[in-house]
């Protein structure tokens, strides 16, 4: 054997590579040792691959600039896979659309996972290819990161938290905000609601549904940017996640010291959505979405908006809800199809299932 | 969606309106109980009574099975599921965020330690059995007579299996002995005022039409049997008007697609293999009623968790700042209720007509409190 050889072997930091076939995850992956190393080298570094992750440095440097904005989000969604997407994919749009929210485009994100002790490296890979794909598509960098393993039982496979930090570009003058919503704004959304907590719902409770449903979970940054582009109008976004598209208005009015009238009519739901919502006792506008945006916008630039949003793909299905009214009890009020009027309230509880 | 979108076609809706408005005697006031939660649900979620003229007025009953159940029931639940580590407690959704004594709930149970499963049928509860072998499952079984025959099966199906960790806590009670209790009960001015029924339309696909002829007869009022869409609920109320207004007290179905005069035999023969009567049950609001409830029958005692775990029934006071009683005897509105929407919300429900979307507090909050605050020439019809 000669000199180099052993050189070589020596200078080999891990003895085996990670088996991703039938591997899993011990809890030295997590102790920031050796076996924390090798996934970082072997898993995350390969799949995130950019300069700054490259440099193995202990922080993310870049120059800041113009009006930035951060937003941190954690993902717990059970099951992992879901028709649609997985919590790999979902944690990158989740964070990246609390971003693209301001108005701003993400550039860079971070990605904390917490992993249960047995959890299979196979499945680990498949999420964070999934995050990797998903950064990329957005054109966001995965630049920092952590790991932490917990003992089997003490978690549920794999949490993952990121945040991500965006910039509001020159030419948004005026960022939309929850508070600048006012009474005659109109109220849009950019899709069909409630198809990923049907998902998820129908996917964990093991029902099976007629149709197929799909997760919505998409990156809404070049949404956003087509729509402010063509117009100036916009006062409000926000993408309507847990709770729903009621919880959300009902955030929005209490922002802003205002109430809104809805017209059900309008509102866009899949009619697998509506069917499989009527079987489970739920209601749609309570489901979470991870791909729709509400927009508020000055009632003369309602119209442009509303061509702006369908004449891109993920909003070939928006519509004009309803407007904001002025109400001091932040009241949200539907007209109901046969022309009654209900309240739309927050969110309570979860959503459960009727008994009859 | 079919089935679904007939009924709630918004111009049929607004014929039937115009009919009713109609068909209304000038000066005549008309007060109809839904006797279901479902048809409370329905006809909050839908905005009905805009729709209705203001001389016709809604009263909520008592058919929302969370709400009738006294708190001293629920109690026997969490006090099990808190002292046996070896019982899993399997529940229908509802019933977790229900206060018992001292605000504790199933779900606070759970956060305790309990074991605490929410199904969506009887037969899962019958599988965690199956795949917990060493664990004693316990189904917390509720409702009225729609969901009488599915835990039936579910203890059949328990007994077929030769499972011996199976057993229903049953809460299961009687339509008719509660519309006979609203008729008598409390201060007997509901009775008095009433003059007709919305009957309920899944438990009458068990019990069928039939069943309600006695009550009829005996308290001489109307009752339309109605389904759960917009369309059927409109459609009733103009039958009942009808009969009010010649004087009529049948029993008229209007449900006919799902309701058949003498109901589900099938499901009435597997119930009463499984069930016997109580000698008495008391029900939240209405009190102490006699054959108003089922328990498991003597042949299937191996499945009543009553037995098997000695429970013992303690009879609760209600929260004294709560006027469920009243309400859910349509005595008072919810919005009479000192606490309504103050120390009362569906996040913190002291009685229980807060807690499920069917109970007459949690609609009025969910869908119809914004009338509330309508300045009172808006709300002549309340």
Same mark, same amino acid.
């Given at each position: ?150 003992? !089997?039982?003490? @978690?549920? %496979? ?6 991500? &930090?965006? #910039?509001?570009?020159?030419?948004? =003058? +005026? ?78 009015? !209490?922002?802003? @010291?205002? %109430? ?6 309008? &509102?866009? #739901?899949?009619?697998?959505?509506? =069917? +499989? ?80 | ?382």
């Amino acid at each position: 054997m000669g000199f180099d050889k052993v050189e070589k072997r020596t200078d080999r930091l891990f003895s085996k590579r990670l088996d991703f076939k039938r591997g899993t995850i011990e809890l030295t992956h997590g102790a920031g040792g050796k076996a924390s190393a090798q996934l970082f080298e072997e898993l995350f570094l390969p799949a995130f691959k950019n300069p700054m992750l490259e440099a193995g440095d202990d922080q993310a440097r870049f120059a800041g600039h113009g009006r930035m904005v951060v937003a941190t989000d954690s993902h717990v969604v059970s099951p992992l896979f879901f028709p649609g997407g997985d919590i790999g994919s979902l944690s990158v749009h989740g964070t990246l659309n609390d971003i693209a929210m301001s108005g701003a485009e993400p550039h860079y994100s971070t990605a904390g996972f917490i992993l249960e002790e047995g959890f299979p490296l196979s499945d680990l890979r498949a999420i964070v290819e999934s995050m990797a794909k998903a950064a990329r598509d957005s054109g966001v960098m995965i630049v920092a990161g952590d790991t932490k393993v917990v003992e !089997r039982g003490k @978690g549920d %496979g794999v949490f993952i938290n990121t945040t991500g &930090i965006g #910039i509001i570009p020159d030419h948004v =003058a +005026a960022p939309p905000a929850a508070h600048r919503a006012e009474p005659g704004d109109i109220i849009l959304v950019s899709g069909t609601m409630g198809d990923h907590g049907v998902t998820i719902l129908a996917a964990r409770e093991g029902l099976p549904l007629m149709s197929p449903i799909e997760s919505d979970s998409a990156a809404l940054h070049g949404l956003v940017s087509d729509l402010l582009a063509a117009t100036d109008g916009v006062k409000v976004l926000r993408d309507p996640t847990r709770g729903g598209l009621a919880t959300a208005i009902n955030e929005l009015c !209490r922002t802003s @010291g205002t %109430g809104a009238t809805l017209d059900e009519a309008s &509102i866009p #739901i899949r009619r697998t959505v509506e =069917a +499989a919502c009527e079987l489970l006792g739920v209601d749609p506008l309570y489901l979470a979405n991870e791909g729709k945006l509400i927009a508020i916008v000055s009632p003369q630039e309602a119209d442009a908006a509303l061509a702006a949003l369908k004449n891109h793909p993920l909003g070939q299905d928006a519509a004009i809800i309803g407007t904001i009214t002025e109400d001091t009890h932040g009241f949200v009020e539907m007209q109901t199809p046969l022309g009654g009027r209900r309240m739309v309230d927050w969110l309570t509880g979860d959503p459960l299932p009727r008994i009859c | 969606m079919k089935y679904v979108d007939e009924f709630r076609d918004p111009d049929a809706a607004k014929a039937i309106a115009a009919q009713i408005a109609s068909e209304v005697e000038p000066g005549r006031q008309y007060h109809f109980m839904e006797f279901c939660g479902g048809h409370t649900h329905a006809l909050c979620r839908f905005g009905l009574e805009d729709l209705l003229p203001k001389t016709i007025r809604m009263i909520h009953g008592p058919g929302c099975p969370v709400c009738v159940l006294p708190v001293g029931r629920l109690d026997m639940a969490i006090a099990l599921v808190q002292s046996r580590s070896d019982v899993i407690l399997a529940t229908y959704g509802d019933m977790m965020r229900v206060p018992g004594s001292g605000g504790r709930t199933l779900l606070s149970a759970k956060a305790a330690g309990g074991d605490v499963r929410m199904v969506y049928s009887t037969l899962q509860a019958v599988d965690l059995a199956k795949a917990n072998p060493e664990r004693d499952v316990v189904f917390f079984a509720i409702g009225f007579e729609t969901t009488t025959p599915p835990t039936a099966a579910a203890i059949k199906a328990a007994k077929d299996a030769g499972l011996t960790n199976f057993s229903a806590f049953c809460n299961h009670v009687l339509t008719p002995s509660a519309i006979d209790a609203i008729m008598t009960t409390g201060t007997g001015e509901t009775g008095a005022r009433l003059d007709g029924f919305v009957g309920p339309g899944n438990v009458s696909t068990i019990i069928g039409a039939e069943a309600y002829e006695g009550a009829a007869h005996k308290w001489n009022k109307p009752i339309v049997i109605s389904g759960f869409e917009p369309n059927d609920l409109l459609q009733s109320i103009l039958l009942l008007v009808r009969q009010v207004n010649s004087s009529e007290a049948r029993v008229e179905n209007a449900f006919a697609r799902a309701v058949r005069p003498g109901g589900n035999e099938a499901a009435q023969a597997l119930c009463s293999d499984v069930f016997q009567v109580r000698e008495s049950f008391e029900w939240r609001g209405l009190g102490s009623i006699p054959h108003s409830a089922l328990e498991v029958s003597d042949r299937y005692a191996a499945f009543d968790a009553e037995r098997k775990f000695a429970m013992e029934y303690v009879s609760r006071p209600d929260h004294k700042a709560c006027a469920c009683a009243q309400i859910l005897r349509g005595e008072k509105r919810p919005s009479d209720c000192k606490v309504f929407a103050a120390g009362c919300t569906p996040e913190h429900p002291l009685g229980s007509c807060m807690v499920s979307p069917e109970g007459a507090c949690a609609a009025h909050y969910l869908y119809g409190r914004f009338r509330d605050a309508l300045p009172a020439d808006l709300v002549a019809a309340e």
